[in-house]
């Protein structure tokens, strides 16, 4: 999915690496996720933070992300997305516990 | 005097008061045996309920959330609590009385708040100084779901086996019908007819 020319499968040990770094960004960055949560709840009261960060993410995906491919297409229509990134955001809010390196393994491996 | 421990997380409180099993050896502020738990949502009322019923209600919160991120349409229900997602953003929690002719409670929670009680209960699991009585509950997950989360498994399971069997075998009989010449067969019979 990546705009990249090689293709390097990940090792197990990165693929640790990497999740507990996400784990420990999404426990330093639970407030914003949280209000991107409740943004989507009332759209009419919280909808410029909703907007804010969608239009960020497709700008990321557009950036770095291989445009050529179905599934990245999927990411950035924008009817389509709103189920992905939810999902996404909720995965991340519910693993920042100290056990949230665990959950989100076992998430990623059921997604 | 009873010990009191409150577990917090933006807008949600889960407070637990007990005491210690001092049969146990535990120490003053530890929390073996509880006497009151109450989930604060703000905003929203109060929710307490009887001590064995703590564990239950975590579980089917645990339960819902998996549901959520693997299902399309979640749904928990059982005799104590009934979670159902309304839309992607919106949940409806029946929270069910045990005393008769009391009505059950009806709340709306949204992501934000849902995931606030999942981190909330999160902190109490890995609490060292409460120990919670995990009773085991009945799978009363419905079975749409049920069907969907295993015979998905159990029919590729069952169907997969002869199904590359059979491959197999037309993959092998049609490679010898290749190098089969019938006209090679017939010229081979007459020579022996000859003889």
Known sequence: MRKSYVTNNIKLNEFDALIRITVEMSKYLYPYIREILKSKE???????????????????????FNLDSIRVKKLLNQTENDEIIIK???????????????????????? | MQNKLSFNQSLVSLEIIGLPDYSNNENKDQISI???????????????????????IMNAFYIYSNLLIKNEIPIYESKLIDIKAENLYIHNIVLKSSKPNVKPLILKIGNSLLSDTL????????????????????????????????????????????FIAIFSLILFSSTFIYFYNPVDDKEKNELINQE
């Open chain 1, 88 to 111: 996404s955001l909720l995965i991340l809010s519910f693993c920042i516990s100290n056990q949230g390196y665990q959950k989100l393994k076992n998430f990623l491996f059921d997604f």
């Open chain 2, 34 to 56: 509880i006497s009151q738990w109450k989930l604060t949502i703000v905003d929203k009322p109060l929710i307490e309920g009887k001590i064995e019923h703590l564990w239950p």
């Open chain 1, 42 to 64: 009332d759209v009419e009261e919280n909808s410029v933070i909703w907007n804010d960060f969608n239009k960020r993410f497709i700008e990321l995906i557009k950036e770095r």
């Open chain 2, 119 to 162: 981190n909330c209960f999160d902190q109490l699991n890995e609490s060292p100084k409460v120990k919670i009585k995990k009773t085991d509950v009945p799978n009363n997950i419905s079975k749409k779901i049920r069907f969907g989360l295993i015979s998905k498994n159990k029919f590729l399971n069952f169907i997969m086996p002869p």
